[in-house]
């Protein structure tokens, strides 16, 4: 799984690299996003602009909000058959803006994160899915979650699995409307030899 991951860059820089539009004034740098935070997402392939959404899915037929912090991840195994991945799968899939991750190891008897970046450090986006869900009030709440796939072989040596960092070729088509098996067929772990040797941090 996924519970941690940053952003460390600039966020213009984000939009220059990764072809992003307009940019929300709280889309700020934070080297240790949790659940429950709000998160940058893009959900059009057209004006690529990013929003702020809630990382932990609620699904739309939930009855209680917090069980969002239990649906931070969707294994892409069965992303498109669980019930509260499934439709979103299937119409709101969704980009989320980051430059690493982390996976605890144990060292010396102690447990440390360690962080996993692209080796040239430039921001990438995560392969997500959103939902919107309305409590009995009438309140709204825009959410995500992360795909999570097998490791490729440098994330093995720490965890078993690993989010899904979409090829450069693939971001925009994860966005549109295609075929399930191609969508499936995106969901594949990173090329372990565009990632950089993972930092170890002594604490987040």
């Known amino acids: 799984m996924c519970g941690r991951f940053a952003i460390m860059f600039d966020p213009e820089e984000a939009q220059e690299k990764l072809g992003l539009g307009d940019l929300p004034d709280d ?9 429950g935070s709000n998160v940058p997402v893009v959900i059009s392939p057209v ?3 990013v929003l702020m959404f809630r990382w932990g899915l609620i699904p739309g037929w939930a009855k209680d909000e917090k069980i969002g912090y239990r649906m ?7 992303v498109a058959d669980k019930p509260s991945f499934r439709v979103p799968f299937r119409k709101q899939r969704c980009l989320i803006p980051s430059d690493g991750f982390y996976e605890w190891k144990m060292v010396n008897d ?3 994160p ?3 970046t692209l080796k040239n450090k430039s921001p990438f986006t995560f392969a997500g899915l959103w939902e919107q869900w309305r409590d009995g009030e009438g309140k709204i709440i825009k959410s ?3 795909i999570t796939t097998t490791p490729n072989s440098l994330v093995s040596k720490y965890h078993d699995r690993m989010p899904v960092i979409m090829a450069d070729d693939n971001r925009w088509k994860w966005l549109e409307d295609r075929p399930q098996n191609e969508l499936q067929a995106m969901l594949a772990p990173i090329d372990p030899g565009l990632m950089a040797t993972p930092q170890q941090i002594d604490r987040l």
């Open 114 to 116: 360690f962080l996993f």
């Open 144 to 146: 995500c979650t992360l």
């Open 72 to 78: 931070f991840n969707a294994r892409a195994e069965t």
């Open 47 to 49: 004006d690529r602009n």
């Open 27 to 35: 889309f700020i740098p934070n080297n240790n996003i949790a659940p």
């Open 110 to 112: 102690r447990k440390y």
